[in-house]
């Protein structure tokens, strides 16, 4: 399938070893923007960055305060939580622009900014709620950018985790894997997959496809988003494109429990 411009630029965003994320993420946007400049929003990055009042000393917890006091108190960035679920709170542009995002997009502002003072920091793949933290052996400290920098501790991401849980009346405790650190990949196949879960919520069938198909430009394997994308192309009329994907879905293993619903769309599909 021919791509869009934008899904173009994403795509040869991906080739580098080391993947920039935030110009991925803005080329992401950049579907729903199509004049969007990537370049701007880089050195606005860059700009924010050398605004930061770093410590003489350098130690994490005074960086970390230093980034804290510039995003939250100077330039005045919070979480949005009277509207989550606004589809710019997953365009990096728009928190930008907007001063507001969810955990992930705020994380990506805290890592680039990070990343230019020469700060390492990385994501963490904690259910529910992105964290980061720096990426120093044995540190023990994590930092949420959603609730305006707030640095955890273990103990503090069992309460945090709880909390997230208590709605469904589930109790989940904290695993080791909760803390993994996450690639550029998975980075942004999490931002996408947010992206894909609020076009769904909202009807949006159209784009929520253009989502799928990027998540299958970072992971072409996750068959999944293959099955997905046959069953979108299926409700947009795209009897072909699902047909294929929907049949290549079955023969990669023909006993999946969804079998029996794959197989009656193909045969609706046949039948008309």
Known sequence: MELS?????FYQALQPDVINLAEAALYIAQEEYPQLEVASYLTMLDQMAAQVQLPSDRYPLKIIQAINRLLYEELGFSGNSQDYYDPRNSFLNDVLNRRTGIPITLSLIYLE???RLDFPMIGVGFP????IRPDLEEIGIYVDCFERGEILFEQDCQARLQQLYELYGAEVKLEPRFFNPINPRQFLVRMLTNLKQIYLNQGEIGKCLAVVER???VTPEALMELRDRGVLFYHLGCWNEA???L???LLSDPDREDQAMIQNLLKKMDDQ
């Not at 411009?5 to 630029?9: E, I, P, Q």
């Not at 529910?128 to 964290?131: A, P």
């Open 215 to 217: 998540i299958l430009l």
């Open 247 to 249: 049949n290549r879905y």
């Open 128 to 131: 529910g709620h992105f964290l």
């Open 243 to 245: 047909r294929q994907d």
């Open 113 to 115: 900014i990070a990343q």
């Open 5 to 9: 411009l934008a899904r173009l630029h």
